[in-house]
């Protein structure tokens, strides 16, 4: 796991500064605390910070074939390295290393790019530089779990795995993209492609870039997640199937050389990963909980049950976190404006997992992948009443029936009568959108200072997701919205939280639920073996039984929260009353919100939790 930066010309005269690549790793020590490494000459730059995880005494960066022609840094984990290597000597390639990195520039030489990153199993970003064309390639993994961030001047492309290290270059365009700032506090994210940040933009998952002199960049799809159904089998066999690809997506992630562990919450996902670890690793795996004292956001008890079961070595932490000193830090990781409240603990149980080990695997994925969340139900609920809904007299009726309703706010979800007649009033995607969003598009704009909102009068956060909705190879809706959610909450808000909070305290995190062989399988299936009724991950449900028992299975899930409602009354109060006075923000309106949930009348934590966070970010970044 590492850090890379560098840039390329524009033109073939373009000298790199080795000064400038230098101080963009630099920015990036976190990532790659044990070696660094850098490679110059017209028209490019190459740079690495290591995390040293596989051959600890060898293979820094970067790495090149035997004739020195091509050229690689690397971000990630390559899981299928020791098959790869064999081949490849097979046809004749030698090797300098006992790493997965070098795999990677002999890989290219026989098959190209694209072949390239067909054959490739793992979690990556990576520049791989060949001398002979003078072109560059940056590259993504399938799912987003490894960043990659690209920036264009007037002479050059510059790259890297966090945006900070780009900040370094004076040139690039550091004003805010005002309708990213919109998003972010609508979704609670920057969604892909766009950064906070107008010069600075991300690759999509899935995508590489080519780079040439005298040429425009190219960027290409190399992989997209299709839910169309394959062929018709019986469940026993689905689950026999899957089952044998669960126990390989998490074999294939137990190579290490350095001390490997799990995180265990009270959830199916961490449960099954850790149930798997044990049999290959021959030994009772170390499994990491993390607990805040609070019992109503403590999963230390459901974790402790689920240890016993399985015989886990099992490690339980408890944080007391300091906000004056961890809110800063938290805004300084992401570099953007992040809203989710749970990279909090999520920055917290990596900075205590890392006193114990390197390498942690994770159960992110399997809400996405197995139709874990509840809104996907209410949203197949909403779909199926919609049919019903005459088009053109329908809407009208229900905004108006919905504008009338009362605030039923403490019923359940499905009972709510004015969120359910507001969404049958609205397009599918809409009525989607609006109820994973954090807060509507109205209250985020009110949050923002007077320019800024009128700025952003014009703009919907809803069409700019609209493109990624309408491609989706699927025939259901439920399907269709699974889709959406891999190409934008998964890797910009799951995968981005995940990815910066463990770099930052130098840890690796391996996600066995998106390896890309059973994210594959798994969406070929019919959508109602994912969701049954009300049941959700049915499918994986049912295959689990071979390892968990059902009281364990059953289980409710619970979020990975905080007690934010009753911080932001109490201890987070006086942040709030500070994050008021940032440029961005009304101040008047601010404080009107801390006032309302202050006194108990309304829940307003999105909206001050986002104000903290961004003027936090506004004080490390934006000024």
Same mark, same amino acid.
């Given at each position: 796991?590492?850090?890379? &930066?560098?840039?390329?010309?524009?033109?073939?005269?373009?000298?790199?500064?080795?000064?400038?690549?230098?101080?963009?790793?630099?920015?990036?020590?976190?990532?790659?605390?044990?070696?660094?490494?850098?490679?110059?000459? &017209?028209?490019?730059?190459?740079?690495?910070?290591?995390?040293?995880?596989?051959?600890?005494?060898?293979?820094?960066?970067?790495?090149?074939?035997?004739?020195?022609?091509?050229?690689?840094?690397?971000?990630?984990?390559?899981?299928?390295?020791?098959?790869?290597?064999?081949?490849?000597?097979?046809?004749?390639?030698?090797?300098?290393?006992?790493?997965?990195?070098?795999?990677?520039?002999?890989?290219?030489?026989?098959?190209?790019?694209?072949?390239?990153?067909?054959?490739?199993?793992?979690?990556?970003?990576?520049?791989?530089?060949?001398?002979?064309?003078?072109?560059?390639?940056?590259?993504?993994?399938?799912?987003?779990?490894?960043?990659?961030?690209?920036?264009?001047?007037?002479?050059?492309?510059?790259?890297?795995?966090?945006?900070?290290?780009?900040?370094?270059?004076?040139?690039?365009?550091?004003?805010?993209?005002?309708?990213?700032?919109?998003?972010?506090?609508?979704?609670?994210?920057?969604?892909?492609?766009?950064?906070?940040?107008?010069?600075?933009?991300?690759?999509?998952?899935?995508?590489? &870039?080519?780079?040439?002199?005298?040429?425009?960049?190219?960027?290409?799809?190399?992989?997209?997640?299709?839910?169309?159904?394959?062929?018709?089998?019986?469940?026993?066999?689905?689950?026999?199937?899957?089952?044998?690809?669960?126990?390989?997506?998490?074999?294939?992630?137990?190579?290490?050389?350095?001390?490997?562990?799990?995180?265990?919450?009270?959830?199916?996902?961490?449960?099954?990963?850790?149930?798997?670890?044990?049999?290959?690793?021959?030994?009772?795996?170390?499994?990491?909980?993390?607990?805040?004292?609070?019992?109503?956001?403590?999963?230390?008890?459901?974790?402790?049950?689920?240890?016993?079961?399985?015989?886990?070595?099992?490690?339980?932490?408890?944080?007391?976190?300091?906000?004056?000193?961890?809110?800063?830090?938290?805004?300084?990781?992401?570099?953007?404006?992040?809203?989710?409240?749970?990279?909090?603990?999520?920055?917290?149980?990596?900075?205590?997992?890392?006193?114990?080990?390197?390498?942690?695997?994770?159960?992110?994925?399997?809400?996405?992948?197995? &139709?874990?969340?509840?809104?996907?139900?209410?949203?197949?609920?909403?779909?199926?009443?919609?049919?019903?809904?005459?088009?053109?007299?329908?809407?009208?009726?229900?905004?108006?029936?919905?504008?009338?309703?009362?605030?039923?706010?403490?019923?359940?979800?499905?009972?709510?009568?004015?969120?359910?007649?507001?969404?049958?009033?609205?397009?599918?995607?809409?009525?989607?959108?609006?109820?994973?969003?954090?807060?509507?598009?109205?209250?985020?704009?009110?949050?923002?200072?007077?320019?800024?909102?009128?700025?952003?009068?014009?703009?919907?956060?809803?069409?700019?997701?609209?493109?990624?909705?309408?491609?989706?190879?699927?025939?259901?809706?439920?399907?269709?919205?699974?889709?959406?959610?891999?190409?934008?909450?998964?890797?910009?808000?799951?995968?981005?939280?995940?990815?910066?909070?463990?770099?930052?305290?130098?840890?690796?995190?391996?996600?066995?639920?998106?390896?890309?062989?059973?994210?594959?399988?798994?969406?070929?299936?019919?959508?109602?073996?994912?969701?049954?009724?009300?049941?959700?991950?049915?499918?994986?449900?049912?295959?689990?039984?071979?390892?968990?028992?059902?009281?364990?299975?059953?289980?409710?899930?619970?979020?990975?929260?905080?007690?934010?409602?009753?911080?932001?009354?109490?201890?987070?109060?006086?942040?709030?009353?500070?994050?008021?006075?940032?440029?961005?923000?009304?101040?008047?309106?601010?404080?009107?919100?801390?006032?309302?949930?202050?006194?108990?009348?309304?829940?307003?934590?999105?909206?001050?939790?986002?104000?903290?966070?961004?003027?936090?970010?506004?004080?490390?970044?934006?000024?």
């Amino acid at each position: 796991m590492c850090g890379i &930066a560098g840039s390329f010309g524009r033109h073939a005269a373009y000298k790199p500064s080795k000064t400038q690549v230098l101080r963009m790793a630099d920015r990036l020590r976190h990532r790659g605390p044990d070696a660094g490494g850098s490679f110059i000459e &017209a028209p490019v730059a190459l740079a690495c910070r290591r995390l040293r995880i596989v051959d600890v005494g060898g293979a820094d960066q970067p790495l090149f074939n035997e004739e020195r022609t091509v050229a690689v840094v690397f971000n990630g984990e390559i899981y299928n390295f020791v098959a790869l290597r064999r081949g490849l000597s097979q046809r004749g390639h030698r090797f300098a290393t006992d790493g997965d990195t070098e795999c990677l520039v002999h890989l290219y030489e026989e098959y190209g790019i694209d072949g390239c990153l067909q054959r490739l199993v793992g979690m990556f970003s990576f520049a791989l530089y060949d001398r002979r064309a003078r072109r560059l390639f940056l590259a993504r993994d399938r799912v987003g779990v490894k960043p990659l961030y690209i920036a264009e001047t007037t002479d050059a492309w510059h790259f890297a795995s966090e945006a900070k290290a780009l900040l370094e270059i004076p040139a690039i365009d550091r004003g805010i993209d005002t309708t990213a700032l919109c998003d972010a506090l609508v979704f609670g994210y920057v969604p892909a492609p766009r950064s906070i940040f107008r010069g600075i933009r991300k690759l999509p998952a899935g995508s590489y &870039a080519v780079l040439n002199v005298d040429k425009p960049m190219e960027v290409h799809r190399y992989w997209d997640l299709s839910f169309i159904p394959g062929r018709t089998q019986e469940i026993g066999e689905l689950t026999e199937e899957l089952a044998v690809s669960l126990q390989t997506a998490v074999q294939r992630r137990l190579v290490a050389d350095v001390p490997l562990g799990t995180f265990l919450s009270s959830g199916l996902d961490s449960s099954v990963v850790a149930a798997l670890m044990a049999e290959p690793l021959g030994e009772p795996p170390l499994a990491l909980t993390v607990g805040f004292g609070e019992p109503s956001f403590d999963e230390r008890d459901g974790a402790r049950f689920t240890a016993r079961l399985l015989k886990l070595n099992h490690v339980e932490l408890e944080v007391a976190p300091d906000a004056k000193t961890v809110l800063p830090a938290l805004a300084r990781t992401f570099d953007e404006p992040f809203f989710d409240s749970s990279a909090l603990p999520t920055y917290l149980l990596c900075g205590a997992a890392r006193q114990h080990v390197s390498v942690a695997l994770s159960g992110d994925g399997g809400d996405e992948s197995f &139709a874990g969340y509840r809104r996907y139900a209410f949203d197949v609920f909403e779909n199926s009443v919609r049919r019903f809904v005459p088009p053109l007299v329908g809407p009208p009726v229900l905004r108006f029936l919905s504008a009338v309703a009362p605030q039923g706010s403490w019923l359940p979800q499905p009972l709510r009568g004015k969120t359910l007649l507001g969404n049958l009033a609205r397009s599918p995607l809409a009525a989607y959108l609006h109820s994973v969003a954090r807060m509507s598009p109205d209250r985020a704009l009110a949050l923002l200072s007077p320019d800024l909102r009128a700025s952003l009068r014009e703009y919907s956060a809803v069409d700019a997701m609209q493109a990624i909705y309408d491609r989706a190879p699927a025939e259901d809706s439920l399907s269709r919205i699974q889709y959406l959610d891999f190409h934008t909450w998964l890797p910009d808000d799951i995968l981005c939280k995940v990815d910066r909070t463990s770099m930052a305290h130098s840890l690796e995190v391996r996600e066995p639920l998106l390896d890309h062989e059973l994210l594959e399988l798994v969406a070929r299936m019919p959508w109602d073996l994912k969701l049954r009724g009300r049941e959700r991950k049915f499918i994986l449900k049912e295959t689990a039984r071979r390892w968990l028992p059902d009281d364990l299975i059953q289980r409710p899930k619970r979020g990975f929260e905080l007690p934010l409602r009753r911080w932001l009354q109490n201890e987070l109060r006086n942040e709030v009353d500070a994050a008021a006075n940032c440029p961005l923000l009304d101040g008047a309106r601010v404080r009107s919100a801390l006032a309302l949930h202050g006194g108990g009348r309304q829940d307003r934590s999105s909206e001050l939790w986002s104000a903290i966070m961004l003027s936090h970010w506004f004080e490390a970044y934006g000024q």
